[in-house]
């Protein structure tokens, strides 16, 4: 699967070791920065990995400090279905029900072992469509 991930510099450490993990998995995996500790701005990252899952396909990965910054900027663009996910449970029914194609974590809340599992579960699970279809759809629109 072709996995696009960036962060911040407070989510570097978490990108870097999810990044290693997905290439030794298969994966075919983008990373769009950043790639040291210097302060950068999130939004950057989210616009550079949202354009990309949309432009190109695939789902995407954002960390941040909390997550909740690249979350909100990531759903500013159009198409990005970005769902912040602290858990395996709340990542595989964002795929599920939501169709989430970015998956937003914060490196200071999940950290390195539990940050794995949640990108596993969201990787896994495909969108199950049928009544949740309708919804997705509603959500789509607003992007017109």
């Given amino acids: 699967m072709r996995v696009v991930i960036g962060s911040d510099h407070a989510g570097l450490r978490l990108k870097e070791a999810l990044k290693k993990s997905l290439i030794e998995r298969g994966h075919e995996v983008e990373d769009v920065g950043t790639d040291a500790n210097d302060p950068v701005d999130y939004p950057d990252f989210a616009v550079a990995v949202g354009r990309a899952v949309v432009d190109k396909g695939g789902l995407g990965v954002l960390i941040c ?45 999940v950290g390195l072992g539990l940050g794995g599992a949640v990108v596993a579960a969201f990787l896994a699970q495909p969108f199950e469509g049928g009544r949740h279809q309708r919804r997705v759809d509603q959500i789509s629109a607003l992007d017109r």
């Fill in 65 to 109: 400090g909390t997550g909740i910054g690249v979350s909100i900027a990531a759903n500013k663009i159009p198409g990005v279905r970005a769902a912040r996910c602290d858990e395996p449970y709340s990542a595989k029914m964002a795929r599920a029900h939501n169709d989430a194609n970015v998956l937003c974590m914060g490196e200071r809340v």
